[in-house]
C-alpha cells in the first residue's frame, strides 16, 4: 500500500508558528485524514504531544523518511473544516502577516464538538378522539396528572418531557405508565442550541419585486453566466437590496448550495433573521460573537448536515463550515466592523472574494453608501455595479436639512438639540409617529474644535486631525507631528474651544428635560451588555412600545421602522475629524444612513442634520444622496494625497511593555525601510491614539506604496527584520493593510 504523508501545522500558541511539519499517516487513518482534520503529533523531545492541522497530504517524504513520525491520534469527537478554509487560512496568513496557526484559528473558531442536547418529546400514540375519552375516565379516577398529559398532548400535538415535568408537574412514573399502556410514545430529539431567534415560519412566498429590482435581478444573473465578478448593488436606502439577496439565494438553493449573508452588526441579526426566516424557514440559522461554543457547534453541524443552509451573521460568519457555498453576500459592505482588530487583521470584504474564487462562490456586495474602495473597483471594471435608484413601494425619499449649529450658539442655544429639532419632536410626539435620535460618536478620540466658527485643529503634513493627549499636547497619529493646544481658536479667538463631551446619556436626559411624557429607549455599548439586549430594545421600538430611540451607529444600520419620521442627526461632523483618512468618507456614509431610516413606511421622513461645518462636501452630498458628487471629491483628495486605494498603505503596530525600547525599535524599523523598501513614502513612527492599553506601550509605523504585492513584499522584509535582530525581542507586532 502507498505510504500517505500530511504536512501538519502544529498548534503551539506562544510560538507563533508559520511553519509545518511532514508526519507519516497510520493506515488506521487513511480515508479519514483531509486537510483540515485535527490531529495529534509528536513534537519535540520529551515524548511532549501538541495538537494541529492537516494542511495536505502528498505520497512522498520530504525528508529521510526515517525521521518522519507517526501521526498518533484524529479524535472522531474533533470538528473537521474542509480544503477550502485551510487554503483560506493560508491566504489570511500571506496577505494579512499573520501566523498561520492564528489565522487557522479564525477560521475553524469552534474545535470541539459539544455534546449534543438530547431531548425527549411525548406525542400521542392514539387518536384525540380516543385520547379525549381516557383523559374522562382518569378524571373519574383523580389520576390528575395523566389528565393535564393528554389534554396538553390533544391541544398541542407534542409536548417536552423536561417541560412536562416542571409545567404540568408530571413524574416520570405517570409518563412510562402511559407508554406501557400505548397512549403515548417518545422520541429523542436534538434540541439545537442558539436557535432562539429563529421562531419565525416560512410562509413560501416570493417577494413582489418591483420593475427596477427585477432587472437588476436579470443583470446579475447575467454578468454570473458570463464573467462573474464580484458585484455591488449600490441601492438608495429603503430601496429593496435584501428582496434581491434572497432571489439570488433561491437561485444557489435550487442548485444544491449553500448562502453566507454578512451583516456588519450583531444588533442587525434580528430583523435580518426574522426576515430570511419569513421567507426560508428552518434552513436559516445564525452565528456571532455572544454565542457560547456549545450553541456554535451545535449550529456548525446543522450546516454540515445540510439542515441550515444559510447563515446571517457579523464577520466570523464568513468562515461558516459550509461544504459547498454558492453565494456570499455583504451587506452593507461600507461598515469598517468588517475589518478585524486583532491578528489577523483581515478584511472580510476581500477575504470573501477570495472564498468566493476558492470555492467557487459568487459574491454579492450591497450599500446605500459603499466604500470608496469597492466603488473605485467597480470604475476599473474589476467589480460588476448595478444600481437601485428608488425606494421600494414608491416610498418618498426624507427630506434632509442641514442645521448650523454656529448660529444656534450665537443666539444662545448651548443645547446639543437646536431648537428646530426639539419642534420637530414634539411635532411627532403629539401626531403618535417615531424620532430616532443618533448621536454620532465615531472618531471621537480628542480632537479639538471651535464651536463659534468650526475650525479644527489639523496636522499641517497629513490632513488629518491632530489629537489631544493628557499632557497639553496635540499629536497626529500619522507623522508624530506635535504641537501645544490652543486655548483660544487661531481662527476666530473664541474661547469656546475644546473636545466634543456630549454622549448617549446626555441626550436622553436633554430629551427628558424637554418631553418628560415620552417614551425614550437608549441603544448604545452600555445598554447592550447582554446578548438578548439588541433585540429587546429593537422588538420594544418596532412595537412602538417607545415614542423615541437614541442611540449610537447601531441605532442607524439596516433597520426598518415604518412609523419613524424623523431622525435628529446629533454632531454630524464629528467623524470628520477623526484621526483617519476616511473621516469624509465615514461622514458621508453615516448621515446618509442615518437619514434613510426616516419615511421607511407610508408616512413621508424628514431628517435634521447638525452641524457646525454645513458647507462641507461630504455633508453637501451627503444630504442630496449624492454619491457621485461625493466619490467625484474624495477620490481626487486621495490620489493628490496618495491614501488608498489610488495607493497602498500597510501600518505597522509595535506594542511592548518598555516605553523606550519600543520606541528604539520603532526607530531602528525606519531606518531599515529607509535603507531598502525602495521608492517608498515612510510616516512615522509615532504613538498610537491610545497609546497604553494595560501598561502596554503602543506605536504605529506607516508605509505608502503603489501596488499592494510591493506592500505585502515590504511586510514580509520587516518580519525577516525583525525575527533576526534581537533588539526586536519582547516586542509584538501586527499589520494593517489599507486599513
Not at 416610498?395 to 448650523?404: C, L, R
Request: some cysteine.
Amino acid at each position: 500500500m502507498t505510504e500517505v504523508f500530511a504536512d501538519v501545522i502544529v498548534d503551539i500558541s506562544d510560538a507563533g508558528a508559520t511553519k509545518s511539519y511532514q508526519y507519516h499517516v497510520p493506515d488506521d487513518f487513511i480515508g479519514r485524514a483531509e486537510p483540515g482534520s485535527i490531529v495529534t503529533v509528536p513534537f519535540g523531545k520529551g515524548g511532549r504531544t501538541v495538537s494541529g492541522w492537516i494542511l495536505s497530504l502528498s505520497d512522498q517524504p520530504k525528508i529521510d523518511r526515517e525521521r518522519i513520525r507517526d501521526i498518533l491520534d484524529m479524535p472522531k469527537e474533533r470538528v473537521s473544516a474542509d480544503a477550502g478554509l485551510v487554503q483560506l487560512a493560508i491566504w489570511i496568513c500571506q496577505t494579512y502577516g499573520s501566523s498561520l496557526n492564528n489565522a487557522l484559528k479564525t477560521v475553524l473558531p469552534v474545535r470541539n464538538k459539544k455534546k449534543e442536547n438530547i431531548r425527549e418529546q411525548i406525542t400521542l400514540a392514539v387518536s384525540p378522539d380516543e385520547a379525549e375519552k381516557l383523559a374522562a375516565s382518569y378524571e373519574q379516577k383523580h389520576q390528575t396528572a395523566k389528565v393535564r398529559l393528554l389534554r396538553e398532548l390533544i391541544r398541542g400535538g407534542q409536548t417536552d418531557r423536561t417541560d412536562a415535568a416542571s409545567r404540568l408537574k408530571v413524574t416520570r412514573p405517570t409518563v412510562d405508565s402511559l407508554i406501557r399502556d400505548g397512549v403515548i410514545r417518545t422520541d429523542a430529539r436534538t434540541a439545537w442550541r442558539g436557535m432562539e431567534e429563529e421562531d419565525e415560519e416560512s410562509t413560501g412566498e416570493d417577494p413582489d419585486l418591483s420593475r427596477e429590482q427585477a432587472e437588476v435581478l436579470d443583470d446579475i444573473f447575467d454578468e454570473w453566466r458570463h464573467q462573474d465578478r464580484p458585484s455591488l448593488i449600490l441601492g438608495v436606502t429603503g430601496s429593496g437590496k435584501t428582496m434581491i439577496y434572497m432571489e439570488l439565494i433561491e437561485e444557489v438553493l435550487k442548485e444544491g448550495k449553500q448562502a453566507i449573508v454578512l451583516i456588519p452588526e450583531i444588533a442587525l441579526s434580528w430583523q435580518n433573521v426574522q426576515r430570511f426566516r419569513r421567507r426560508f424557514g428552518g434552513e436559516v440559522t445564525v452565528l456571532n460573537s455572544r454565542m457560547s461554543d456549545g450553541e456554535k457547534s451545535d449550529q456548525y453541524e446543522r450546516m454540515r448536515r445540510g439542515e441550515a443552509k444559510i447563515v446571517v451573521g457579523p464577520r466570523s460568519a464568513l468562515f461558516a463550515p459550509f461544504p459547498n457555498p454558492g453565494l456570499i453576500i455583504v451587506d452593507e459592505e461600507q461598515e469598517s466592523s468588517y475589518r478585524s482588530g486583532s491578528a489577523p487583521r483581515y478584511d472580510a470584504r476581500e477575504t470573501a472574494v477570495e472564498r468566493g474564487k476558492l470555492e467557487h462562490a459568487h459574491v454579492v456586495f450591497g450599500s446605500a453608501t459603499p466604500s470608496v474602495d469597492t466603488y473605485y473597483r467597480c470604475m476599473n471594471g474589476t467589480y460588476a455595479l448595478f444600481r437601485l435608484s428608488s425606494r421600494y413601494g414608491g416610498a418618498s425619499m426624507p427630506d434632509v436639512k442641514i442645521i448650523d449649529m454656529r448660529s444656534e450658539l450665537k443666539q444662545g442655544n448651548r443645547s446639543i438639540l437646536s431648537r428646530e429639532l426639539r419642534d420637530g419632536i414634539g411635532e411627532r410626539l403629539a401626531r403618535k409617529e417615531q424620532v430616532m435620535l443618533f448621536l454620532n460618536r465615531r472618531g471621537v478620540s480628542g480632537f479639538i474644535s471651535c464651536r463659534s466658527c468650526g475650525e479644527v485643529i489639523t496636522c499641517p503634513h497629513c490632513s488629518v486631525s491632530l489629537t489631544l493627549h493628557g499632557n497639553g499636547k496635540l499629536v497626529c497619529h500619522y507623522c508624530g507631528y506635535e504641537m501645544a493646544a490652543p486655548s483660544r481658536c487661531p481662527s476666530c479667538g473664541s474661547p469656546y474651544i475644546g473636545g466634543f463631551r456630549a454622549g448617549t446619556e446626555k441626550a436622553e436626559a436633554e430629551l427628558k428635560r424637554y418631553f418628560p411624557d415620552a417614551r425614550i429607549l437608549r441603544m448604545d455599548a452600555d445598554t447592550t451588555k447582554t446578548r438578548e439586549s439588541y433585540s429587546r430594545i429593537l422588538k420594544t421600538f418596532a412595537a412602538h412600545g417607545a415614542d423615541i430611540l437614541v442611540g449610537t451607529q447601531m441605532i442607524i444600520k439596516g433597520h426598518d421602522f415604518p412609523k419613524v419620521t424623523l431622525v435628529g442627526i446629533l454632531a454630524a461632523d464629528l467623524s470628520l475629524f477623526a484621526e483617519d483618512y476616511r473621516a469624509a468618507e465615514h461622514t458621508y456614509q453615516l448621515v446618509v444612513q442615518a437619514s434613510g431610516r426616516a419615511g421607511r413606511g407610508e408616512l413621508p421622513g424628514e431628517a435634521l442634520v447638525q452641524s457646525y461645518h454645513p458647507d462641507h462636501y461630504s455633508l453637501k452630498a451627503a444630504v442630496k444622496q449624492d454619491y457621485e458628487a461625493f466619490y467625484a471629491e474624495e477620490i481626487a483628495t486621495r490620489e493628490l494625497l496618495g491614501y488608498p486605494p489610488a495607493f497602498q498603505l500597510l501600518a505597522v503596530h509595535g506594542t511592548g511593555r518598555d516605553s523606550e525600547k519600543l520606541h528604539t525599535a520603532m526607530r531602528h524599523l525606519l531606518h531599515f525601510l529607509q535603507k531598502y523598501a525602495g521608492q517608498v513614502t515612510i510616516l512615522g513612527p509615532a504613538p498610537e491614539s491610545v497609546a497604553r492599553v494595560r501598561d502596554v506601550y503602543r506605536e504605529v509605523l506607516y508605509v505608502k506604496t503603489d501596488a499592494e504585492k510591493r506592500a505585502i513584499e515590504i511586510r514580509k522584509l520587516i518580519e525577516s527584520y525583525i525575527e533576526i535582530n534581537r533588539g526586536f525581542d519582547h516586542l509584538a507586532f501586527q499589520y494593517d493593510l489599507n486599513a
